[in-house]
């Protein structure tokens, strides 16, 4: 069955380093998201993004934040400038059309600014 | 804006009971679609369920189904005859059908099954 795919499972980088989080989404899915979970918290969305650009984006998705899909399989997400509360697990999901309901979630990345 | 709320941190249940997790939510919307998700120890989140507003009949899906009540916006989820695989963390998730794509969540439920 096809699945959501992130890498890496887990990263730490130092404060104020840019980090990219990559997702492979489900290959006939049309929109994309990242959600975040700060550890202990709940799951939040960032962005959401369909025909190569953001549809929606949340208080949190700052200009720190920005997502891009640079071939036909990957989806990434670039932090420029990680600060110690960008800490936290990264989601990515996609979902096949606007009118279906489902997102399909991957494993995540556990992001750990030190 | 919307909100999901899921009281009960923590739920355990003996393997093959019934256990129902707790989710209520507040909008002003009236078209809107509810899900629960579950995310294993170390697993992606799965879809579980999930429910049309517009629909008046609790979703099923084989041991587990729903109590919808729109009036309370309350959405319930009951798992009957818990397997030692259930185990997980279960989230509340909301969206709109009318304005933006993304979830909002609740805090999560960790659920214990007891063997």
């Known amino acids: 069955e096809p699945e959501v795919t992130q890498t890496p499972s887990h990263q730490v980088t130092q404060m104020g380093q840019e980090v990219i989080l990559r997702c492979v989404p489900i290959?006939?899915?049309?929109?994309f998201y990242w959600y975040r979970q700060i550890l202990g918290q709940k799951v939040e969305f960032l962005v959401s993004f369909y025909n190569n650009e953001i549809s929606e984006k949340s208080e949190i998705f700052d200009d720190q934040f920005s997502v891009e899909r640079p071939d036909g399989s990957n989806f990434t997400l670039k932090i420029r400038s990680t600060k110690l509360e960008d800490s936290a697990m990264y989601f990515c999901?996609?979902?096949?059309?606007?009118?279906?309901?489902?997102?399909?979630f991957g494993p995540g990345t556990r992001l750990t600014v030190l | 804006a919307q909100t999901v709320t899921q009281s009960q941190p923590e739920m355990s249940v003996q393997e093959a009971e019934t256990v129902t997790l707790s989710c209520t939510y507040d909008t002003s919307e009236s078209d809107y679609y509810l899900f629960w998700y579950k995310q294993p120890p170390s697993r992606q989140m799965i879809l579980v369920i999930r429910?049309?507003?517009?629909?008046?009949q609790n979703a099923t899906e084989n041991r587990f189904s729903v109590n919808f009540q729109k009036a309370a916006k309350s959405f319930s989820l009951k798992i009957s005859d818990s397997q030692l695989g259930d185990a997980a963390m279960y989230f509340c998730?909301?969206?709109?059908?009318?304005?933006?794509?993304?979830?909002?969540f609740g805090p999560g439920t960790r659920l214990s099954v007891l063997p």
């Open positions: 429910q049309e507003a517009y629909k008046q």
């Open positions: 999901a996609s979902s096949e059309r606007y009118s279906t309901h489902e997102q399909f």
């Open positions: 290959s006939n899915h049309l929109y």
């Open positions: 998730a909301y969206r709109s059908a009318t304005s933006g794509q993304n979830f909002v």
